[in-house]
């Protein structure tokens, strides 16, 4: 047994106040040869369970606590206690505020105590910090020893002030209600003020006879750390370390000292270590995970079966009765037949995964899941088809858990719950978005409030982010760090000493530059480190008994209850969670159903019900029609679309499973299969049956389960155990599964050799196998997709715009596809608009009010609210008078007016623009009779109501808008042009000299040159750190939107055309930036700008016109001919910029044809084209290069 542990310890989970990992913690404890160690973290005990579970794999007994902030006027009083001012750091002194006060752990009770003080620190008193006070503390003290923590305690800091008889009250009070457990605490950190408080404290010690105690309020694991540590603070506060005078580090002693040196320190009073172990040995606090039978224990909601049935009975009915309606559904919607030996296969399955459920003890977790996605459906909040290993079992089809029937599509139940791993069954469940929070609601009222809860969750420092972090607090310019932290590169979780591996130039700086090689030494070591806390996206948990009694709470930003261990921790203790995730397509659907019953009655739509063989949703995938459908948007998958033609089912499961790294290699091997192109070939025929539908490629993880079972002899459930294996890629359990599958196929008599050359090839390609049950639940969502636009193109539109109104480039994108399908997106009307898009006919969307910025839903209400009561809008004073101007105020008026909202009036924009003012104060006058009661307004107008604004109100002259200024406002109110587009006018250039589009730029951001012709949205000129200046640039066309770097070479020499509201013609490289592509223009790279009027005359050489044998008659007209030739006489004859030659190409015979060159040469302009246009036939080709 060791002679002193440290008491007093803060870990990383004190986000930002320290840098203490625990992995690291307990191997230093345990190379000082320590025996227990406490945790002891800031207002939270984020890291009880992780602390916990990692101290006893070290064999290490831990001690649970907490550093509490005790506000001295009471939790509830918000004021000057726990302000921003706070201290920071907690070895700051001199500052007013919270006292601290350490917690430590003995029992059952005393976790309990702890939990409740915590969570109400978050629930009742958190001001800046979680806070609590003495009234909770006297509630809940017993189970826990308190410490009267460091120079910021109530004890502490009256002694540390010489204030003895306040010291002395509160060493008092905390002795009473903290009988034979409450010690004072002494640390040696260097600090004038902590050395008085140690001798003070032994007086009063000797006086009271309260015991003392040695801590050293770790923060760090070495002394060597604290310049880090500092740096961390910095980090949190938001300061430079220059910044840093009054929280900055005035000590190093705040790290995690070995016993000899405590015991060295304390050497004048040996007492105080000596107390370390007494507290240790009054901790026996241990976590409950398995029962006295040795089975995990979970704490199941209750639930109770209606008619005083028990849950497996309940259970059993409810499945079977499902499953006969789902075989009569199938049936009737989808004309299947079931033979006998079909109905025993679905009732030999029912009945084995039943019998798994309810062995498991897994019962009631089923039937939650029922209950409350039938209360969804129940109230017509969409639910998806399944998601998830959880679609492969037919009790979750038979309760409607799921909508894929498992043995249909070849889906396994033991991939999702496995009799031979005991593993708690995970079902994620996806609603429509707007409405979760009703189901949400619904769980928390059926159970308890108290009962549910969300999931925290923390962020961490990550390589790029940490290293600009470091970077401003060490005080260098933001430019410098951005272009040192892009060096890191884009990959998901890459830590700094791998980018150092992988960029050359990383290594190189911090070899040549001092500064820059403190910025990545001290980035290092934080690296990693919690610095937030948030919710978990989806996570829910449900629990039998008040949430508070399994663990402590927290309080999300927007007044979420959150249980403060993350989901596996939860799950350690036991607690059940639920997954209620939020798919925006769900929504999407449902909108679109409602809307083409509400057109085609005659129809009545049900999406669930639909083929997934329908043969107009297979002829759209294989043409790459997929804008808008679910998984099938990107460039790439509708190039694989259009080459691999899929025409069933199960060729979308594939599709989508195999389009992801990895397994991407084998796509053109499925097409070629697919297609016949290369043959397919089994090294064992029992492959046949498993490995067809994919067409011998595997492609799922099920697949290598069946193999496993097939040729092997494995049980369903150690198939399930050799996939977990092959995906996790431990050595030692895959030479044991090589071992046990090799003999399971040789006692199949099977060759050896064969089988272990299949084995590999299993294993290799467990790492990207995918999940069949998942893909094939999210095939159904992309089916249904497809089925809308390729059976109701104008409602899929209308509908998807409607969902996507707050997405610019979606918007932007999805009208470009609606107009390939001859639908046409009509400007916003005031007197025609709804919130949403709207169908006017199959060819016309009207655009929706709600997707205008500017225009919040209060305003739209109204305003629909006075055109419903009061019929069609004649004019603006009309619209205002009859509008609540609070609700629909100038800012509103000018954001409809810019939109093309009262284009209607047939007045111009610009006109009514001008006419706000003097609408709004006629309008508020109208409103202000009416609500004054005078005579109505009608009678007031007497037979002059109707042709008021014809004869007392008009529009002001002024200049109409330009098109360009148009346009522009129509880009600032709803993010895209709908009466034009700026390029319009210069569809001749954008053909002949662009080699992409944005929209094609952003799909493919390979590094490569490309000519593009765009407007300039925005523009935002910089000064660089040597005085250039330089612009960064949003292009767009009528694809998209992509920025632009424009380097200070190519900028100035354009400056005015980059400030011109004229289109451009861009040569730029295309580069793959940290947040997609982007453009960058420099001389460098041979960047090139150009007005996009002048591109024709600055890129063409020369003319050719092409007259093949039905366009030579132009040249016997004589009349023509002689208008040519005066055209062309009267042009100068002599070489210069902006003139090129005329070529003649006259096709006299099919294969033969003769070029002429004219004597003279031709200006190289608009004009010309379109002379040529006006007096050629429309059969003569014209051309330039």
Known sequence: MSDFSHLHLHSQYSLLESSIRLDELFKLACEYKMSAVGLTDHGNMFGAVDFYLKAKKYGLKPVLGCEVYVAPGGRLLRGNTGNADEEIAPYAVGRSGLQHLVLLVQNEIGYQNLSKLVSSGYLEGFYYRPRIDKDLLAQHSEGLIATSACLKGEVTSAAMIGDMDRAREAAKWFQKVFPGRFYLEMQQNGLHQQMVVNDRFQELAKELGIPLVATADCHYLRREDALSQEVLMAIQTGQKMEEMSGASLVSQEFYFKSQETMKQEFSFCPEAIENTQKIVNSCHFEFKFKDDQGKKIYHFPKFDPPQGLSQQEHLNQLSSEGLQVRLEESKKYHQKSFSPEDLKKYDERLEKELGIINSMGFTGY??????????????????????????????????????????????????????????????????????????????????????????????????????????????????????????????????????????????????????????????????????????????????????????????????????????????????????FLGLKTLTFLKKAEALVNEKHPEARLELDKISLADTKTFELLCQGDTNGIFQLESSGMQDLLRRAKPNRFADIVAITSLYRPGPMVMLDDYVGRKHGQIPIEYDFEELRPILAETYGIMVYQEQVQQIAMKLASYTAGGADLLRRAMGKKIPEEMAKQKEVFLEGTTKNNHDRVKAEKLFDLMANFAGYGFNKSHAAAYSVVTCQTAYLKSHYPVIFFASLLSIEREDTDKITKYIADANKHQISVLAPDINESETDFTVLSESQIRFGLGAIKGVGQIAIDNILEARKTGGKFSDLFDFCSRTNNRMVNKRVLEALIKAGAFDSFNVHRASIFKAIDSALELGGSAQKLRDEQQPSFSDLLGEQDNSFTQHRFTYPETKPWTLLEKLRFEKETIGFYVTGHPLDEFNWETERYTTTTVQECVAHPTNKEVFIAASIVTMREIITKRGDRMAFVTLGDKTGEIEAVVFSDVYLENEGTFKSDEPIWVKAQLERGESGAKLLLSKKSQSQVLPLRYAFEALAREMHLYFDQDASDFLKDAKRVQQLQQFLSYQTPKEERGFGPLFFHVQTLPTTSTTLRWKGTVPLRRETVHFMKNLLDERVRIEFR
Do not use: W
């Not at 700086?509 to 806390?533: C, K, M, N, V, W």
């Open 366 to 579: 089923f039937l939650i899941v029922q209950d409350f996605i039938g209360f969804a459906k129940k109230q017509g909040i969409p639910v998806g088809p399944g998601r998830g290993s959880g679609a492969g079992s037919l009790v979750a089809y038979c309760l409607r858990i799921t909508e894929l029937d498992p043995l249909e599509h070849g889906l396994l139940f033991e991939r999702f719950l496995n009799p031979e791993r005991v593993s708690l069954p995970d079902f994620d469940v996806d609603f429509c978005m707007d409405r979760r929070p009703e189901v949400i609601e619904y769980v928390s009222q059926k159970y308890g409030k108290d009962c549910v809860a969300q999931i925290i969750t923390f962020g961490n420092l990550k390589a790029r982010g940490v290293t600009r972090d470091v970077g401003r607090v060490m005080g260098m310019q933001a430019q410098d760090v951005d272009k040192i932290a892009k060096l890191v590169p884009e990959e998901i979780n890459i830590t700094l000493n791998e980018a150092f591996e992988k960029e050359p130039r990383l290594r190189a700086l911090t070899e040549t530059d001092p500064q820059i090689h403190t910025l990545f030494e001290i980035s290092r070591r934080i690296e990693g480190l919690y610095r937030h806390a948030g919710i978990h996206a989806a996570g829910l948990v449900i629990s039998n008994r008040p949430m508070v009694e399994h663990c402590p709470l927290y309080r999300g930003k927007n007044d979420e209850l959150v249980i403060q261990y993350d989901m596996k921790k939860a799950e350690e203790i036991g607690l059940i969670k639920f997954d």
